[in-house]
């Protein structure tokens, strides 16, 4: 749905039109019972995958629940907060198991006629290097030990090299995609609410959910409703987590 | 630096004016070197901390690298990358052991006179039982059991209860805030580089990280530089990651 012209591209958000999005976005936790059109949905995970992410891999996946029967249960599921009787759910997952796939995929759909050389030999060698954790982790742990004595001697990148390294790294990504998310359907006048009060053991059965994928948030959205924002806004003063050096 | 009026806040970015920012954003690896002006910094800040998080605990801070001596260091803890050699360098860390001190700053900065008594109570008795995991992580497993038994009868959240999952919460609100720090900095004529390739150890020293900080990126940021983007745009089908239900 690129509804815009390459001319366009040029103008791009001001960073005043961009501060008043991210302003306006705040966490709603009442709806209006109005559905989200798909290709409302579709333009805001078209934007989502826009995210910079590890290697290109693109390690995350969306499951967008509109069936009214299906978001009945999901409501329990998420200990019956307000928020999830939104008109469309999507569970936003992190994958750090689908980065062996994502190299082959890679190579795949290379945009350009001949995959570069060094792309061939990244996803072939480099990226499974960095990635295979192998079975209990035994060749993460192998890895740690190997990038510990090597780097005695120069600067080298020492993760992921665990199963928790890959978590983190896959929900890393993730988390920027899900950013653009919010945004995407903040600029087509949907609120919405990141839900993490959620009880995964029982998500995963009513979703489905592979057993490595991780649920980072369970996204409501919807037109923003009566009292729809329950507190005002507060950020602590930016000297607090800022250091200028 | 507001610098649009409250009747701006309608505008926002339109779909389309922000789908030409995120598709704007590309990794650049080759900077020019003149500076990025304080007051841009500091409102691309403000920006990224706007990011929803974790029950608005915040858990992120920012070390904003310009000094050149110690940019020079930075270059080699970064395997000596070409984005590295940006004249400004941003190492985004998330904070998993900063939720305490959240806590009380959440009553003392309350934006209205009179402090709710619910937002009291969350944040002295709800929030310090949900992210305490104790000395060596003995309360998280303590209550890992305990909600086990508890989510037989009724749906529970189960997490954060480990340390590991500590981090996890605390990676993924920070990325949320990276991704509108970038977008940020586009939005002001800005690009950026998000480098995941450093050396975590070295950087812990150059930098004085906190033990139980994690660097989930070092930022890259200035006007970009010939040949900046070293590859094609390549994102797989979105069929691929989408499941619509």
Chains 1, 2 share one sequence.
């Not at 958000?13 to 009442?30: C, D, G, M, T």
């Not at 559905?35 to 590890?54: F, G, M, Y």
């Not at 599921?77 to 995929?105: E, F």
């Not at 988390?175 to 839900?195: I, R």
């Amino acid at each position: 749905m690129t509804s815009f012209s390459p001319d366009d591209l040029s103008l791009g958000a001001s960073p005043q039109a961009l501060r008043a999005l991210i302003e306006s976005r705040r966490a709603v936790r009442r709806f209006l019972p109005e559905a989200v059109p798909d290709a409302v949905i579709r333009d805001c995970l078209e934007l989502a995958v826009l995210a910079p992410n590890s290697c290109n891999l693109q390690p995350w996946s969306f499951q967008v629940v509109r069936d009214p029967a299906l978001l009945a249960r999901l409501h329990p599921v998420c200990m019956s907060q307000n928020a999830a009787k939104a008109p469309l759910i999507i569970a936003v997952l992190a994958r750090p198991d689908t980065w062996k796939q994502a190299c082959a995929n890679m190579v795949e759909y290379w945009p350009e006629p001949e995959v570069p050389g060094r792309i061939r030999h990244f996803y072939a060698k480099t990226a499974p290097f960095q990635y295979n954790q192998g079975p209990l982790g035994l060749l993460g742990l192998f890895k740690r030990q190997l990038v510990r004595l090597l780097a005695l001697r120069k600067p080298l990148m020492r993760k992921p090299n665990s199963h928790a390294d890959m978590r983190l790294w896959a929900v890393k990504s993730t988390a920027l995609a899900a950013e653009n998310l919010m945004l995407a359907f903040q600029s087509h006048g949907y609120a919405t609410c990141p839900m993490e009060g959620f009880d995964e053991v029982r998500l995963r059965k009513v979703l489905d959910i592979p057993r490595q994928a991780i649920p980072i948030m369970l996204l409501a959205v919807g037109r923003q409703g009566e009292k729809g924002v329950y507190n005002p806004r507060l950020r602590f003063p930016l000297e607090q987590h800022v250091t200028w050096l």
